[in-house]
């Protein structure tokens, strides 16, 4: 019988939030439990059991450590924004990665935390305050509408966009009858409706991205298997990006798996295995060559 994606024990994952705590504290406290170790991919990031059950673990509770998988720990780790940066964070509840952004940066700086979908504000507000993120504005606006040039956008130095997408390489219960036909789910579904315009939105938010002035590093990141929604969408943008200065960069080079070869500079993208891993993500990151920046900066 097929062996079910949902059946294979997966590690658990968390991340410290050093805005709490410190890494070596969470490990002692958690090593009273559990078998602990460091990941070797994302700082702060530790590996459990495949049966820990930490929902109601006190560190938890209290925001000193989130429950956020390993290839998602990677997505803010890429943009690698500095303490002090101004970053946006353009799509971003229910903030797992703003508050990730901001323990990066130390808690200094500014993010900025842009959600179009009023309820879910409420959970990135939420996630915001139990990670004592005190240096994040939550900001209740289509990112689409934002204007670059505003006094707050033209000073932003880093953007991670991790739009809607379809989901496909997350929806664990809905990913075994794909199992069977993995590669054709690559290329067959990617024509349906609802893809092209997941894609359609994904393309113009990327777009969106390259004009603000002073951004130098820019993170495109889905929790989706599609080629249409990943590398099609970084080849769609790839003569804008040029046209601001932007290129595409490795991201965590160390890792094995890398973008389906279908555009120039594909060894540069990142993905996770929905075998391997356990879910199927992807990364792109754009740099913005030295001297295509603002002469402040
Ligand atoms: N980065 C988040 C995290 O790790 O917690 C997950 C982001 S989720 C994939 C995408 C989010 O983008 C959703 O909350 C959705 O409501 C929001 N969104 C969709 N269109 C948007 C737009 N035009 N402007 C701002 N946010 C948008």
């Known amino acids: ?48 059991p495949p049966s820990t059950d930490l929902h109601k673990h006190p560190l938890v509770i209290n925001g000193s450590i989130f ?50 979908d009023k309820q879910r504000v409420k959970r990135l507000e939420a996630t915001v305050r139990l990670a004592g993120a005190t240096n994040v504005k939550v900001k209740h606006e289509d990112f689409l509408k934002l204007n670059p040039e505003e ?17 496909s390489g997350t929806a664990i219960d809905r990913l075994d009858h794909l199992l069977p036909s993995y590669a054709a789910v690559l290329d067959d579904t990617g024509n349906s409706d ?6 359609a939105f994904q393309k113009k ?17 889905t929790c989706s298997i599609h080629q249409i929604e990943n590398e099609d969408v970084v080849k769609s943008v790839l003569p804008l990006a040029a046209s601001h200065g932007f290129q595409l960069a490795p991201v965590h080079p160390q890792w094995p798996r890398r973008g389906l070869p279908v555009l120039d500079g594909s060894q540069h993208l990142l993905r996770t295995d929905l075998v391997e891993d356990g879910e199927g993500f992807f990364i792109a990151l754009f740099v913005r060559k030295a001297d295509k920046r603002p002469q402040e900066y």
């Open 205 to 221: 938010a990327l777009e969106h991205a390259f004009s603000f002035p002073a951004a130098e590093r820019i993170v495109y990141s």
């Open 151 to 167: 006094p707050c956008c033209s000073k932003i130095r880093a953007i991670l966009l991790d739009p809607s997408c379809s989901g």
């Open 194 to 199: 609802r893809l092209m315009k997941l894609a």
């Open 67 to 116: 429950m956020q998988g390993r290839a998602s720990s990677m997505v803010a780790a890429a943009l690698e924004p500095k303490p002090g940066w101004w970053v946006l964070d353009a799509c971003s509840a229910p903030g797992n990665k703003t508050v990730h952004l901001a323990a990066i940066m130390k808690g200094k700086g500014k993010i900025i935390a842009c959600e179009l």
């Open 1 to 48: 019988p097929q062996c079910k994606i949902s059946d294979m024990p997966k590690p658990r994952y968390v991340r410290v939030n050093t805005l709490k705590m410190d890494v070596e504290s969470a490990i002692l406290e958690l090593t009273k439990q559990y078998a602990v170790d460091k990941d070797d991919m994302v700082p702060g990031l530790l590996k459990l």
